[in-house]
Every structure is written in C-alpha cells, then in structure tokens.
C-alpha cells in the first residue's frame, strides 16, 4: 500500500526529499535518456526550489514509486523557460490560477528490464488523481505540462480532458508535448463542502 506525501522542499523530510531526486534521476535520465542535470546524485534544476510544490508516493521504508512537481505559473517555470516552442506561438500563461505539472512520473525504477510506462503503471492513476487534488487545494484551476506523449493516453484513462497547446518534440528517447488540462478536470476531485472524500 503506497502512502503519499505532499510539499515544499523545505516541509518534506529531507531524507524523502534526497530518495524523490535519486528515483527522478534514475526514471527520466537513466531510463528515459533525457539529458538533465545533477546534485549531489539526485535529478534537480533550476524550477526545484521554494515555489516547487511536490506529490510523492512511497512505502514505509521511504522507498519512492512516483513523483510530481507542481509550480505557479507567476513564478518560473518549465515550460515558459525551457520549452516555450512547445506552446504553439501563444502567450504563455502568467496567473495565480494556472499551475504547471512537470516531473510526473509513476514507473517501477531499479529493475534489469525496460522501464514500465508511466501510463500502464499500476498505481499512476492513483498518483495522478492525488496530483490534481493537490493542484485544486493549492488554487489552480488549470494545469499545463511539459510531459511524454504517453500522458495523453494516462489522463484520457481517467476521464481527465486535456488538450495540446501545440506540436510535440523529441526529447531524449520519448516524444513529449504540451497539455492543457480544464477547470472540469480538477474541480471534480475536491468534494463539496460537508461531504466525505473517499
């Protein structure tokens, strides 16, 4: 059974902290093959700092399974400074109420075989689900990302809708594009008030 964390840099333990960085850096360097830097061993850049807000499954032990970045849009972000050609020549959003997810992934690292997909994972619904609780509960109203095609297929599995901002681009071994996810989307996971969320 996977629990799951939320939080800055600075409110999660920083033991979970280091374990997030070294499964990021194994999933999308040594697996995915995309070319990003490293600190002390863990897969960290520019956008990890105060305004980061993180989601992070794992076990008892601390042995992470999946993670999730969440970032304002008023702040710096992935996609504004690294990927704007990803946007499609439109004006990229600057808004309290719009959130980036980046750095999902829900795949089984450490293994002698091929990465399992963050899409067929077993558990990356459950994380993905969880993701965008936290996104609504942090204000947003709409997320974009920066992610491997393969989420299309993840969020279309969950009844999430999402829509491309524009054409996809090779990165390291995976194509990735830009992904619009609607108000609808999010504001059916947080429930009314005065009612239980199962």
């Known amino acids: 059974m996977w629990q799951y964390s939320t939080g800055t840099r600075q409110q ?3 033991q979970l902290f280091e374990q997030m960085g070294l499964y990021r850096r194994e999933v999308f360097i040594n697996q995915l093959g995309w070319e990003l830097s490293t600190v002390n061993g863990m897969e960290l850049d520019e956008f990890d700092g105060p305004d980061a807000v993180y989601v992070c499954s794992h076990d008892d032990d601390g042995q992470v399974s999946g993670v999730a970045r969440l970032l304002p849009t008023t702040a710096p972000y992935l996609m504004k400074k690294v990927f704007p050609e990803l946007w ?3 004006q ?7 959130w980036e997810l980046s750095r999902f992934a829900a795949a089984t690292p450490y293994s002698s075989g091929p990465i399992e997909h963050q899409a067929s994972a077993k558990h990356a619904s459950e ?4 993701v965008m609780r ?6 947003a109203q709409t997320l974009i990302t920066v992610s491997p095609v393969g989420m299309e297929r993840l969020l279309r599995l969950n009844d999430f809708c999402a829509k491309r901002a524009g054409l996809p681009m090779k990165c390291g071994f995976e ?3 830009s992904l619009v996810i609607g108000p609808a989307s999010l504001a059916a996971l947080v429930p009314a008030e005065g009612t239980k969320d199962d």
Request: aromatic share 0%.
């Open 12 to 14: 999660l333990p920083p």
């Open 88 to 90: 499609g020549g439109k």
């Open 92 to 98: 990229l959003p600057n808004d309290p109420k719009i």
């Open 127 to 130: 994380l993905l689900r969880n």
């Open 134 to 139: 936290v996104a609504s509960l942090l204000g």
């Open 175 to 177: 194509s990735i594009t």
